[in-house]
């Protein structure tokens, strides 16, 4: 039995980055033989052991078949004749198909070293076209390691696998895993970027794909090309750190700006309800996660509403609030500022745009929260009555505020 250190710890020890799940291999070893020696069995697909010390995984070397279409048409032969070179070789890309052994000495029978130098995303050999994941996997590497691009027969194999229907058997709970992991790394954009480069945008979010190449104003967008507009959104939203929430509402609040008839361009009249319209689409067809849709379709529907706040009257203010719902949902009501923030400054040299409208919602809702709602319903018997004078109250406050 020789036990290996396989993956993302040794590509990331290599590229002098913390290493924070370290993965195994063990060659010329039985299920029978890991049990004797106290690992834990936890693989359900192929056999995943946990060290009865460290808890780290531990995989047996392995070959895979392909036998239909999609992440999970696949035969797993787990054996003691497996070798570690032929384990390596079912692995996506070179830089992840580098061994450590336990003296410290690197097998990489792929050249991922050198890949590694020369910044490349290349597949490890034409297995790679088997698993569709995989290419949403190349565009989450891109997105967190900035400085790498796709080998042109990387790239080339990808545009055939689109081709095939490959991406069509994504699982949309894969599909969204992917992309939320690919929305949280440093770059998000270079994730659909390359996704739209090789077809498979055009397959999984056709509502995305189809804003590149739509005009907007140029007064209020300088960067004029909508698509090109949400990917600097969506940089803007990673580089302040935002969560994820607040990075798919920025993804997807200009969604409806692809749908907006051509003799009307470059304006979108409308375009906040057909984006919303849109969303459901997305958030059904991807199964996303309830937190992250409430909060795009709140963006969605209300942002281009936010840029007027500052010409509203105090009591449409309010009831701008109460759309929002600010009142009960204040951390979504700050996570929509976020990305109306991201919004805002998602443009062509306007990254340090002010933020006035947002702002001076926030001081409106700060001054109507200082009105005590529950002596005021104290007060009254009638439902309506109460609603009324809590209304008239933070109306008062919101006055109050911005007279001083």
Not at 107 to 132: M, N, W
Not at 192 to 201: T, V, W
Request: aromatic share 6%; with cysteine.
């Amino acid at each position: 039995m020789k036990i290996y250190q396989v993956g993302g710890a040794v590509r990331d020890g290599l590229l002098g980055l913390p290493v924070k799940d370290r993965d195994y291999v063990v060659v010329g070893a039985t299920p029978e033989q890991m049990l004797a020696a106290g690992y834990r069995a936890v693989g359900k697909d192929f056999p995943v052991f946990l060290h009865p010390d460290t808890q780290q995984e531990h995989a047996l070397a392995r070959t895979e078949r392909k036998t239909g279409k999609g992440y999970k048409g696949f035969s797993v032969y787990a054996a003691p004749e497996v070798t570690l070179e032929e384990d390596l070789a079912r692995r996506d890309f070179t830089m992840n198909a580098i061994a450590q052994a336990e003296d410290g000495t690197l097998i990489d029978p792929f050249h991922g070293q050198q890949d590694i130098q020369k910044k490349l995303l290349r597949h490890v050999t034409e297995a790679f076209s088997e698993d569709p994941v995989r290419i949403l996997r190349a565009g989450r590497f891109l997105a967190r390691f900035t400085e790498f691009t796709v080998a042109p027969e990387t790239l080339a194999l990808m545009r055939e696998m689109v081709a095939a229907g490959e991406v069509d058997a994504l699982v949309p709970e894969r599909v969204w895993q992917e992309i939320a992991k690919g929305l949280m790394e440093k770059q998000p954009s270079r994730m659909f970027e390359m996704l739209r480069d090789c077809g498979a945008l055009q397959v999984i979010l056709p509502e995305l794909a189809r804003l590149w190449g739509v005009p907007q104003t140029a007064l209020y967008h300088p960067e004029i090309d909508t698509g090109v507009h949400v990917m600097m959104v969506i940089d803007y939203a990673a580089k302040q750190g935002f969560s994820l929430p607040v990075r798919f509402a920025a993804l997807t609040h200009d969604l409806g700006k692809g749908t907006t008839p051509a003799e009307v361009l470059p304006r979108h009249i409308g375009h906040e309800l057909r984006s919303v319209d849109q969303i459901r689409d997305v958030v059904a067809r991807l199964k996303v996660p309830n937190d992250c849709k409430d909060l795009a379709l709140v963006v969605a529907k209300y942002h281009g509403k936010l840029h007027a706040a500052r010409q509203m009257k105090a009591s449409t203010l309010l009831s701008f609030l109460e759309e929002l719902d600010a009142f009960r949902q204040r951390t979504r009501f700050e996570d929509f500022l976020l990305a109306c923030e991201s919004d805002s400054r998602g443009r062509l040299g306007l990254e340090d745009s002010p933020l006035h409208d947002a702002e001076y919602l926030a001081a409106a809702l700060q001054a109507a929260l200082t009105v005590d709602a529950g002596a005021i319903a104290r007060q009254h018997t009638n439902p309506q009555s109460i609603k009324q004078a809590i209304f008239e109250a933070r109306l008062q406050a919101i006055l109050n505020s911005d007279s001083a």
